[in-house]
């Protein structure tokens, strides 16, 4: 399979004229593969070291900070902004929003940035927002916004009391062992270009410190490092079990679809600063027409750079913390967009996890054991099982790899259960129980479940 995956990159580095390419994929149950292809620019050679530019992709750091300021008591998501920043305008745009790109607010600091290669310090930046347009109401629909996400920053680094790059080694870079990625281009850092669209010339770009606006495009990084990062995202559980970046249900939140980035293809969703791509499962395969395959993280872009960093969730043959980095040396060399999510499809789909034997298990707790089978709600059958310490259900006609339903009982009401994941997440399952304790009725988000099929008529459970 290496040999495949390297046969990639190189495809995708002559094809799109990249001086310089590095992949990387992690996955918890394969050593680590890397690969490069053509020079630095420079004096370095190119190696699986070399750092690069990795522009957006910093926006997910960001985020993770952000939210382990919510986890931590010292925000809420709803929250303005005001709230943690002193601003002179749109303080009233929440927190939430501004992760999701939905506050409305312009894409950059006021001023030609891209221009005149000057960025704001802090002070400037707050200063300054007073003459930053909204340009779309809060809410309207996805809009692209470094400044927002610079706000962000800011706060969670006030909050912190340190800078925003104090912050972001001391809660994530050391935590997760990322050495190599800094704000500063370390000396054997690649070049970046802009190759020339009718020639095979290739002229260096500037690298420009962005200053305040850094937590939304300043780290560079490897692609070793960034596939490490790619597989947290998508599968903190493996790659920090100890949850001392963030725990596994906040990344759950984040890799929520907040919206859609295009109303008219629908070919992505953005979460809680994460980009979300739907993957189409292998015809025939478990995954088809049931669990939903997706590739979590972010794209970036600075000039000369181009950086594409994924998790893959889902999808039968898919290991645990699956993630790949794809780094370029070209402003302009877009086949590194794709090639990440490209590598994740095929070490999934041609190099799958290893199937772990089936064990005996516990049986489920007595009270809870003849509840187990077949239940009838709306009309329709479920399954409800007990399975890994947890009760769960499936629809009868659910396909094999849609997640279930799973119920956790509440701590001082062991027949009110909650429901902690899948259909239904968050409402209530309520059991009734005959003179004799067996459970004969059962309530799920109000709705009736039966051992019978029924209808909807007025009904009195102690027919049943």
């Known amino acids: 399979m290496t040999r495949r995956y390297e046969r990639m990159v190189r495809q995708a580095q002559a094809e799109s004229r990249i001086p310089a390419v590095s992949a990387a994929l992690h996955r918890a149950d394969r050593p680590l593969w890397t690969c490069t292809v053509g020079a630095t620019g420079n004096d370095s050679p190119l190696s699986a070291r070399t750092a690069f530019r990795i522009g957006s992709v910093t926006k997910t750091f960001t985020a993770v900070l952000v939210l382990q300021c919510r986890d931590h008591g010292l925000l809420d ?17 929440t927190v939430r929003r501004l992760l999701s790109h939905t506050s409305g607010v312009q894409r950059e600091p006021y001023g030609d940035i891209w221009d005149t290669l000057h960025t704001p ?20 629909r996805f809009h692209y916004s470094n400044l927002g996400v610079a706000l962000l920053g800011q706060a969670a680094a006030r909050l912190r009391g340190g800078t925003w790059a104090e912050v972001l080694a001391d809660r994530i870079l050391r935590p997760l062992g990322l050495a190599d990625t800094s704000l500063a281009p370390p000396p054997a850092a690649a070049t970046g270009f802009l190759v020339d669209a009718y ?75 994460l980009i ?72 999934a789909e041609d190099d799958p996890a290893d199937i772990a034997p089936w064990t005996p298990g516990e049986p489920a707790p007595e009270a809870y054991r003849g509840l187990l089978g077949r239940w009838w709600g709306e009309g329709f059958e479920y399954v409800f099982s007990w399975r890994d310490g947890t009760l769960r259900a499936r629809g009868a006609d659910d396909p094999a790899g849609r997640p279930p339903a799973v119920f956790e009982p509440l701590p001082d009401r062991p027949d009110v259960l909650r429901t902690v994941s899948g259909r239904e997440v968050g409402e209530l399952l309520r059991l009734t ?22 209808t909807f008529d007025r009904f009195d459970f102690r027919q049943v």
């Open 77 to 93: 998501l709803d929250d303005p902004i005001s709230a943690h920043l002193d601003v002179p305008a749109h303080g009233e745009l």
């Open 121 to 140: 310090d802090v002070t400037e930046l707050l200063a300054d927002l007073a003459r930053a347009e909204r340009v779309l109401p809060p809410a309207r």
């Open 199 to 273: 020639s095979d010339h290739a002229r260096p770009e500037p690298n420009t410190d962005l200053g305040a606006l850094g937590p939304a495009a300043q780290l560079w990084s490897t692609a070793s490092d960034m596939a490490r990062w790619a597989a947290f995202l998508a599968d903190p559980a493996t790659v920090d079990p100890d949850g001392t970046v963030l725990g596994p249900g906040t990344l759950d939140e984040m890799r929520w679809p907040a919206t859609t980035t295009d109303e008219a293809v629908w070919s992505a969703g953005f979460g809680l600063g």
């Open 276 to 347: 979300l791509v739907p993957q189409s499962a292998p015809t025939g395969s478990r995954s088809a027409g049931g669990e939903r395959i997706s590739h979590v993280g972010h794209d970036g872009a600075m000039p000369g750079f181009l950086a594409s960093v994924y998790g893959r969730r889902g999808g039968a043959g898919s290991p645990a913390a699956l993630g790949c980095a794809v780094f370029g040396s070209s402003g302009t060399g877009t086949a590194v967009n794709e090639l990440s999510h490209q590598l994740l499809a095929a070490s």
């Open 433 to 454: 129980r005959d003179d004799q304790g067996n459970v004969i009725l059962m309530h799920w988000a109000t709705y009736r479940f039966t051992r019978h099929q029924e």
